[in-house]
């Protein structure tokens, strides 16, 4: 009978052990990421063909574990935004404030003051696919967990003080969750690549030599 009573438990005990394997853990992804370099776009009137004739500016954005090598290419893990298509009234270069201060809305309208929506933009081939839009890369160390994902709504609110500026963001993505994160610099490069430009380089523009209204 004793050696019946060892049987059945050794049993339940394996039942127990493999009801406790086939439980899977959510990975969770930084939810409150801080960016602590980045470097923004101007493209002026690039969509003026297209009858847009508000601004267009870029914004990329990472966190300290993520950088350059010498070869151009990212390294690190961590989280980088890409903010495609940040729609700005008019401005004119060198004398107006580049990235005016002010809460910036997630909208498909074009608006100024808006930051086109992410998604997956299909051309009139069936091969063509783009993403495009505001975006969120998580860049893990475990291969399969490295993921894009897209922001459908949200904000992102630009403050200035003597020295630096700072942008808030609370975004919502396309996993439906929200993501609140934040970038504060003294020194963000802005690359002029309207075309416009004076000269086919690109002209680093000193972001704190502006006007302040």
């Given at each position: ?24 853990t959510v ?25 847009i004739e508000?601004?267009v ?18 390294e ?10 940040i ?16 809460v ?9 003051m ?6 997956v ?22 291969e ?11 904000s992102m609110?630009?403050?200035?003080t ?23 610099t ?10 416009n ?12 030599n502006?006007?302040?209204d």
């Amino acid at each position: 009978m004793k050696r019946l009573y060892a049987i059945y438990a050794l049993v339940l005990l394996i039942l127990f052990s493999s009801c406790e394997k086939r439980v899977r853990t959510v990975y969770e992804y930084e939810k409150f990421p801080v960016f602590t370099w980045g470097q923004f776009f101007y493209f002026g009137d690039c969509y003026a063909n297209y009858g847009i004739e508000n601004h267009v500016l870029s914004l990329y954005a990472f966190t300290d574990s993520l950088n350059v090598n010498d070869k151009g290419q990212l390294e690190g893990f961590g989280q980088y935004i890409y903010l495609d298509d940040i729609y700005i009234a008019p401005i004119r270069l060198g004398t107006d404030t580049i990235i005016p201060a002010g809460v910036y809305t997630v909208s498909a309208s074009r608006e100024p003051m808006t930051i086109e929506p992410g998604k997956v933009y299909k051309g009139d081939s069936i091969r063509l696919k783009m993403d495009i839009g505001a975006q969120l890369h998580y860049i893990e160390k475990l291969e399969r967990f490295t993921a894009r994902r897209f922001i459908e709504d949200g904000s992102m609110t630009v403050s200035y003080t003597d020295s630096t500026v700072r942008f808030d963001m609370d975004f919502l993505l396309d996993d439906k969750t929200e993501i609140i994160g934040r970038y504060e610099t003294s020194q963000l490069p802005v690359f002029d690549d309207s075309i416009n430009r004076e000269s086919i380089r690109q002209q680093i523009l000193n972001l704190l030599n502006r006007n302040i209204d």
